[in-house]
Nanobody, 126 residues
Framework: EVQLVESGGGLVQAGGSLRLSCAAS????????IGWFRQAPGKELEGVSC????????YYADSVKGRFTSSSDSAKNMIYLQMDNLKPEDTAVYYC???????????????????WGQGTQVTVSS
């Protein structure tokens, strides 16, 4: 059974940085795509990033491109999201997710994710 547990959220001022972590278990990293999603109050779930363990053809939403970097460490069963130059509009609950797939990351692939962690709150003050 796939299990995902996020941590690392918190309150940060605009322009600051946070690193989210996701402890993962129950799957083989090589067979899965890894995603980060977020949901702000009153808004729909948004796909933020998608990577594979070989880091080929990563995907980032335009809203975070150049500021967020996702990575994974299969030896430690960990997934990370480094968030720099944070903006108030980045405020949301952030979720990590995985999907077993042979395909490269893309915006389309983000629509196929179905397994989620419990989320971690990120609040960016102006």
């Amino acid at each position: 059974e796939v299990q995902l547990v996020e941590s690392g959220g918190g309150l940060v001022q605009a322009g600051g940085s946070l690193r989210l972590s996701c402890a993962a278990s129950g799957f083989t990293f090589d067979d899965y795509a890894i995603g980060w999603f977020r949901q702000a109050p009153g808004k729909e779930l948004e796909g933020v990033s998608c990577i594979r363990s070989n880091h080929e053809r990563t995907y980032y939403a335009d809203s975070v491109k150049g500021r967020f970097t996702s990575s994974s460490d299969s030896a430690k069963n960990m997934i990370y999201l480094q968030m720099d130059n944070l903006k108030p509009e980045d405020t949301a609950v952030y979720y990590c997710s995985v999907v077993q797939t042979p395909f490269f990351c893309s915006e389309t692939l983000l629509g196929t994710f179905r397994v989620w962690g419990q989320g971690t709150q990120v609040t960016v003050s102006s």
